[in-house]
């Protein structure tokens, strides 16, 4: 190919710091692949390229140019931030962030100009790391910022100082192999500083193209469902790779990352007191979220299980991989044991998001319940992040079973089922969506049968043909132990709550055929229809066999153990599974609720 002599660029106004960044954008995400294989550092997880693909395609979706180089610069800074996936993202994201507030309010800017807000930046990147360690993304960064500053008076033009740079930034890249022990016992240079340097690679293609118009079609292009490949293993020291941003916050930078360090390791802190995006591996999320909850608003979380992912790529016990939502009530023993693949839907309080069974455990979830005036709300998991998972277990398994909550109580089957038809087509393996038209224990329970059906090794027609039957025979009764939540969450009106409670009727709710939730029966307290419902139980199991059942409560340990005790002298057989239940359906069921769930063979 002829390279093309770029014509000098003493300038840049927003619209080129635009197209300029989508061009470096471009080459990481054609790359991603190549930089999951080389992850091998802070904790070889396989998605550096993925993270800083995501990272960088938030500006390719959501951003347009604008002519003013200040104001592109603080969208590009703004919206990384807020989308930054992984450590290497934020580290990213924070140099942006950096850059822009290091920024004049210029409608262009010179060569000198950008050399100062990008030298400037890189105490934002050392200082969001709570361990900063050479030989990584920020040594490159670093090393390419001092050669831009250096050189501010020698060269006057764009183009020439990104060709120019380009020596220092591969020399300083090969480098990070012999600063980190790590590197070179894998022989590969440091993930995260190759993505850098791949996206200046895009912006000196850019520069000796010029071919706009791939530029503006780049939005088209598919580049978010890449196969990951295998990396090399490394023991998981914490379990979950956590992420969240915290507006308005109450604390400095400094005051915060000590607060994570007790927490966990691979601790990045990017952004301002306005907004701040956190990255840490913890092994306690929900104690962790707790405590941040007093120090600002929490937006955004996210907390991948990276024990799981890392059996996905390492340890398959099957070839049919089983997924559900946070709305299955089942003991985390035989989660892990029949390794299920669970996805949490989120709970609001207030301004306040958590996720469902991650970052908020029904100890804190009912404590919140009492403090709060706000009634917290729950809301489904979304497409995107069932697409996320389903990409990665379709690099690795040959099919994906997902079983989840009624589509008459949630959209998550609805997103769920969108997603698969997606990423069947992209890696051509089937994904099969099962709405169980059921939920918490009940879901529990076809989803432990299923698990076992895998096990035994049926193939995954059998097995969706098998659950899908399973579903019809499953049933769930909810003692409610106070009707003041069900008020407060809109499931009862303020009225009937009202005499209700002056009544002292207690509701026994239960699921229909068709998966919609429906009050069952009623008592003048909660023994009198935990009673009911013991009754109702024996009389529907006298032609049948339970195979086997779960005990629920929302903080009613001694309702739990009446239950047990019933079931146990019912049907000769310990449950399966005794669970607090999940925060998510505790918004509606209420503190002192105790529940029954069982599958009849």
């Not at 962790?288 to 955004?300: A, I, M, S, V, Y």
């Not at 059906?453 to 039957?469: F, L, R, T």
């Not at 009707?483 to 229909?512: C, E, H, T």
Request: aromatic fraction near 8%; proline fraction near 2%.
């Amino acid at each position: 190919m002829t390279l093309v002599t770029p014509e000098p660029l003493n300038e840049m106004d927003g619209r080129r710091l635009y197209y300029t960044f989508i061009a470096g954008a471009r080459k990481v995400i054609e790359h991603q692949v190549e930089l999951n294989k080389i992850n091998v550092f802070p904790v070889n997880d396989g998605d550096t390229g993925t993270n800083l693909a995501s990272t960088i395609r938030s500006v390719i979706d959501s951003l347009h140019p604008h002519r003013s180089y200040k104001i592109t610069a603080d969208r590009i800074a703004e919206t990384t931030l807020i989308n930054a996936r992984g450590n290497s993202g934020i580290i990213f994201a924070q140099f942006l962030y950096g850059m822009s507030t290091e920024t004049g309010n210029y409608k262009t800017i010179t060569i000198s100009q950008f050399a100062e807000s990008i030298k400037k930046s890189v105490r934002y990147i050392y200082e969001a790391v709570a361990n900063p360690v050479e030989g990584t993304m920020l040594t490159v960064i670093k090393d390419w910022a001092n050669y831009i500053y250096d050189n501010r008076y020698r060269i006057s033009d764009f183009n020439e100082m990104f060709i120019s740079s380009l020596n220092v930034l591969n020399k300083s890249l090969i480098e990070t192999k012999s600063k980190l022990a790590v590197l070179k016992k894998a022989n590969v240079v440091d993930a995260g500083a190759k993505g850098f340097v791949l996206f200046v690679e895009g912006i000196i293609d850019f520069i000796t193209n010029r071919n706009l118009k791939e530029l503006i079609q780049v939005k088209a292009e598919i580049g978010l469902f890449e196969k990951i490949e295998e990396s090399i293993s490394e023991k998981v020291d914490f379990r979950y790779c956590t992420e969240a941003l915290i507006k308005k916050s109450s604390i400095d930078t400094k005051a915060l990352l000590s607060t994570l360090e007790k927490y966990g390791n691979s601790i990045v802190v990017a952004g301002s007191d306005r907004m701040r995006r956190i990255h840490l591996h913890t092994n306690n999320p929900a104690e962790l979220f707790n405590e941040l909850r007093k120090t600002g608003t929490l937006d955004f979380q996210k907390a991948d299980d990276m024990i799981r992912q890392s059996e996905i790529v390492y340890n398959r016990k099957w070839k049919i991989a089983l997924v559900t939502d946070s709305t299955c009530d089942l003991a985390q023993d035989l989660i892990d044991n029949y390794q299920i693949n669970l996805l949490p839907l989120s709970i609001n309080f207030g301004e306040n998001h958590y996720l469902d069974k991650i970052t908020i455990q029904p100890e804190q979830f009912y404590t919140l319940l009492k403090e709060n005036t706000d009634y917290p709300k729950s809301s489904q998991v979304n497409e995107k992040a069932f697409t996320n998972l389903y990409s990665q277990l379709a690099s690795h398994y040959d099919s994906i079973i997902a079983i989840h909550v009624s589509e008459k109580l949630s959209g998550t089957f609805n997103s769920s089922q969108k997603a698969a038809q997606t990423i069947s087509k992209e890696f051509n393996k089937p994904i099969s969506v099962i709405n169980s038209k059921n939920i918490s224990g009940a879901l529990g329970l076809v989803i432990l049968k299923t698990a076992q059906a895998i096990e035994a090794g049926y193939s995954h027609d059998q097995v969706v043909n098998m659950a899908e039957k399973w579903t019809n025979n499953i049933r769930i009764f909810v003692s409610v132990g106070n009707i003041k939540y069900m008020v407060r969450g809109g499931r009862v009106s303020a009225v009937k709550g009202l005499i209700a409670q002056i009544l002292n009727i207690n509701p026994i709710v239960s699921i229909d055929e068709s998966g919609k939730a429906i009050v069952f029966a009623k008592a003048f307290n909660q023994k009198a229809n935990m009673e009911k419902v013991m009754a109702h139980i024996r009389k529907i199991s006298q032609d049948k066999t339970i195979w086997n059942y779960i005990v629920l409560h929302a903080n009613n340990i001694e309702a739990a153990r009446w239950y047990s005790e019933k079931m146990e002298a019912l049907t000769m057989k310990t449950p399966a599974s005794v669970v607090n239940i999940s925060p998510v359906i505790g918004v509606h069921a209420g503190i002192g609720a105790a529940a029954v769930a069982l599958l009849f063979e």
